[in-house]
Structure formats: structure tokens, C-alpha cells
């Protein structure tokens, strides 16, 4: 087995920590984190940005927002003539950015939280062991392949 330079598992961390890698790659990195103090640091800094990533929540537009985004709009439309507007667009568009940042932060506020599943920093090492171990002998529980249940992993 050819152990893996740094530079390489640095490339393939995020992939494996989402388990996308193929075993061999997969238990090339674990043995390569063993050893090298610098790749564990930057796998740890990863997974601490995932879950601080996942944790993030959209922030919910004001309740008068609404209101506040037809008013201005009604005040525009009637204050200015097309003409003026077209001479001075600045003004003519803003309302136009306004209102599309306003519906941006308004799907975002729509979005579905994030899930209470258990995050990679929490994720067991048996499980990461007993996954490995999988991808060594050659199944891959992501193409249906047959895998090996909870309650008859390998031994470690």
C-alpha cells in the first residue's frame, strides 16, 4: 500500500469526511492522519466549519417588510415620471435591488432548517472503523452492495 502525501490528503479531506472515497483511498488517509500531526489539525478545522456551517440559520425578514417595500414603491411610482427616472436611473433601480435582496432574505427564511442528525465530529470511530473496514474488503455500501450489519462487525 503506497502511503499518501500531504498534499493529496489535504485535496481528498473533504471527500473523506462526507465518506465519498473509495476504501483503499479512504484507509490510505486514516493512515496517513495517524502519523501526521499537520493533516489531523486540518481535518479537525473541516469538520469544525461543517458543523458550524450547518448550524447557521437564515435570519427571518422584519413582520413590516412587506408594508415598508409597497409603500416605497407606491412613493416612487407616483413621484417621479418615467422620464425623470430614465434620467437618473440610480434612484429607479434602487427600489428594483431593494426589493430583490428584501425576496432573497425571504427564501432564505422559507429554507428548511438544518437536520439534527449527528454531525462527522460526533460520528463514533467505530463507525468509522467498521466503515473503512468495509471499503477494505472491497463493498461499497453506496453502489448496493451487501453490507456488513452493526451487530456482526469485524473485529478491529
Not at 58 to 64: E, H, K, R, S, V
Not at 115 to 127: D, L
Request: hydrophobic share 40%; proline share 9%.
Amino acid at each position: 500500500m503506497i502511503p499518501m502525501n500531504c498534499n493529496r490528503v489535504e485535496r481528498l479531506l473533504d471527500a473523506y469526511i462526507d465518506g465519498e472515497l473509495d476504501g483503499d483511498s479512504m484507509l490510505k488517509i486514516r493512515d496517513h492522519l495517524r502519523i501526521c500531526a499537520d493533516c489531523e489539525s486540518e481535518l479537525k478545522a473541516i469538520r469544525r466549519m461543517k458543523i458550524l456551517v450547518a448550524r447557521t440559520l437564515p435570519q427571518a425578514p422584519p413582520n413590516n417588510l412587506e408594508d415598508r417595500l409597497l409603500a416605497a414603491c407606491q412613493k416612487e411610482m407616483t413621484s417621479s415620471s418615467p422620464r425623470t427616472a430614465f434620467r437618473h436611473p440610480v434612484p429607479a433601480f434602487a427600489g428594483i435591488a431593494f426589493a430583490a435582496a428584501v425576496a432573497t432574505f425571504a427564501l432564505l427564511a422559507l429554507m428548511p432548517k438544518p437536520s439534527t442528525e449527528k454531525s462527522p465530529e460526533t460520528t463514533p470511530i467505530a463507525f468509522e472503523i467498521q466503515r473503512d473496514q468495509i471499503y477494505s474488503v472491497g463493498l461499497d455500501p453506496m453502489a448496493g452492495s451487501p453490507t456488513i450489519s452493526t451487530t456482526h462487525a469485524i473485529a478491529p
